[in-house]
């Protein structure tokens, strides 16, 4: 028997198309789009403006597939972490961090990461996958659910998203851009471009495509001031270095919702915090004229890693130097580090096909 089709892979002009397919006007996929990310509908049967004929139609060719929350652990600061168990077997993070009016929905994009950037504990659990269409979107509308049960209430509590839980997006292009325009579609979630930012490590051809294919807000890992030192750090570095990777963000700040980037840079103690490297990020922004704010990341350590989170001193001394320059730079509070939530903490459960994971248990061991 042929596989049922999951209508959560659609954004609505898939969904109208998918509509066609099977004899019906297309205005129809407005209706469900709506049922299932407005009002968090999953049963054809509970969508009362549907005939009954084409919700019987629906029970037999589609179906709408939700990840299962595996656990959900809120934090003492009101960070919220779900365990979320996708398709064979493994398990993706989400992490909602809540500030004032601000609710911040924190995604996953692959299963592991495909990258292995030297101080992420999520690069050290390998790579399994890419997540599909409806495993990316069905965070949000996990997390949107659950919150509104939570409060009592119907209204969305998340009012952003970032592209910045396990995976790199950018290696992920195609199904990341479709759950994006999903998020900013006013028939789904209604966020504005301004409100999701996908966070890249620099994969620099597809910065170019997401130029040309959405506007979204754009965030950068830096995290090293030089060729050199990145290369260690952000391997992918290497095939795409800083002078590369800043003409392509000069070119998004110009063209981009926000005018400016946003580049995050976490700080690890006597490797990338000095007060010349400061000097350094200062004038690599300057010579390269990239619109730009900081965000800097104090380390969050894990078990194993050889990094450390430098001292309050050091970490303002950093701050206050960029400042005095002209930048915006600002600390990132550590939220949910008590339940392994905060930047860089982020591992799931990952059956790894590449043994990177496999390698850094072994070196732990010696």
Known sequence: MEEKTNLMNFCLKDMENYFLSID????????????????????????????KGLREKLKQYAKISIPKVVFDKPSVDGTRKWL??????????TVYIPEGSRGTLCISSQIGCTLNCSFCSTGKQGFNRNLSVAEIIGQVW??????????????????????????????NFDHVVKAMNIMMDDYAYGLSKRRVTLSTSGVVPRIYDLLEQS????AVSLHAPTDALRDQLVPINKKYNLDQLMEVCKLYAEKGPHKEITFEYTL???????LEQAEALVDLLR??????????????????????KPSNNRIHRFQ???MEQGFVATIRKTRGDDIDAACGQL???????????????????E
């Not at 591992?347 to 070196?363: F, L, P, S």
């Open 268 to 274: 690890m103690d006597q490797v990338n915090d000095s």
């Open 215 to 218: 506007d979204v807000s754009l």
């Open 84 to 93: 979320i168990e996708v398709k064979g077997g493994n398990c993706i993070e």
């Open 347 to 365: 591992v799931g459960t990952v059956q790894d096909r590449t043994k990177r994971q496999m390698r850094y248990q072994k070196t732990l061991s």
């Open 142 to 171: 996990t997390a949107v659910r659950r919150l509104s049960q939570q409060e009592g209430v119907h209204d969305r509590m998340v009012t952003n998203v970032v592209m910045m839980g396990m995976g790199e997006p950018l290696m």
């Open 320 to 322: 206050q130097y960029l």
């Open 24 to 51: 019906e006007k297309p205005f129809r996929a407005k209706q469900v789009f709506k049922w299932l990310h407005q009002k968090a509908v999953v049963d054809f049967d509970q969508m009362s403006d549907l005939s």
């Open 287 to 308: 010579q390269k004229q990239v619109p730009s704010k900081l965000n800097l990341i104090p380390f969050n350590p894990y078990p194993g890693t050889p990094y450390k």
